[in-house]
């Protein structure tokens, strides 16, 4: 939101000037004040909707870090960009608009920060190609930028035992070969899923916040923290807190993740 100093000369105007008075005029239609200009202007990007369980949390999330923000000199922004959730497809063949959505996604979120200028960015995503989709944003952008990876959804309970939305898929089987009657692949159902978050198992989503973390775009321990653990919000803060001392001390994506480090081979043991 800071007036950027550089000179554009057409004839005897600065475009740059008339741009940053026309950018003023138009935020006080969103209540943005003189003072608000002032400080570091920050995106906060998450993939909030009520159709994906993955995502279904992160408007809280971002409440706190938004607060982090405000409270240590920036000033935040709040943008929406859905994050999916392909199993929400049943497995029908409209599962095949799971893969094109990543390159949508990081096009509209290099779209939103590139065109309004944000000084730096908090990006909130959680499942499968929702991750990779905000990690290409962010080296696409290359200004200042935090992951917060949403956790994942804590295990159900059936007879005992822990269960996920994967036993779903296996109980049903056994209730078409006849193992089970209908009343207990129902309550297997009502307990797969017990909070919001990414598929509790070493899957594609988890395996993306993993290597968010590894390249050291997201905060130190964020993967293993489940999406309904306090410890999220408290994360959550923190990356308000950070991101406006990467933006004081320029440290870009480019910093983080070079391109030399995503060529080397990746050795597992």
């Known amino acids: 939101m800071r007036v950027n100093k550089s000179k554009y ?14 950018r003023r005029a138009l935020s006080r239609a969103m ?21 994906s369980p993955g995502h279904f949390h992160l408007r809280i999330v971002a409440r706190y ?28 063949p409209v599962f095949r608009y799971n893969v094109p959505y990543r390159d949508f996604a990081a096009s509209l979120i290099e779209i939103m920060i590139s065109l309004n200028r944000f000084d730096g960015a908090v990006l ?17 952008t290359n200004i200042p930028t935090i992951l917060l990876t949403g956790g994942y959804m804590q295990p159900g309970e059936y007879k005992g035992k822990s269960i996920t939305a994967f036993n779903v898929s296996k109980e049903y089987g056994r209730f078409v070969a006849g193992g089970i009657e209908k009343e ?62 990467l933006i004081k001390e320029k440290i870009r994506p480019s910093d983080i993740m070079p391109e030399k480090l995503l060529k080397m081979p990746l050795r597992l043991f």
């Open 9 to 22: 000369i057409v004839g005897e105007i600065d475009v740059n000037e008339l741009g940053e008075s026309l």
């Open 31 to 51: 209540g943005y004040r003189d003072k608000d200009f002032e400080k570091p202007f920050v995106a906060v990007v998450h993939g909030w909707s009520e159709i």
């Open 65 to 92: 870090v938004k607060e982090a923000i405000s409270a240590s000199g920036g000033t935040p922004a709040e943008i929406i960009v859905p994050g999916i959730c392909g199993s929400m497809s049943g497995g029908l």
């Open 124 to 140: 909130i995503p959680t499942c499968d190609n929702v991750v990779p989709a905000y990690l290409m944003a962010a080296a696409r």
């Open 184 to 245: 207990e692949l129902d309550e297997i159902i009502n307990c797969a899923c017990p909070t919001p978050g990414a598929c509790p198992e070493m899957g594609t989503a988890n395996t993306m916040c993993t290597a968010s973390e590894v390249l050291g775009m997201s905060l130190p321990g964020n993967t293993c923290i489940p999406a309904s653990d306090a410890r999220l919000l408290r994360l959550a803060r923190q990356a308000g807190e950070q991101i406006l001392y």
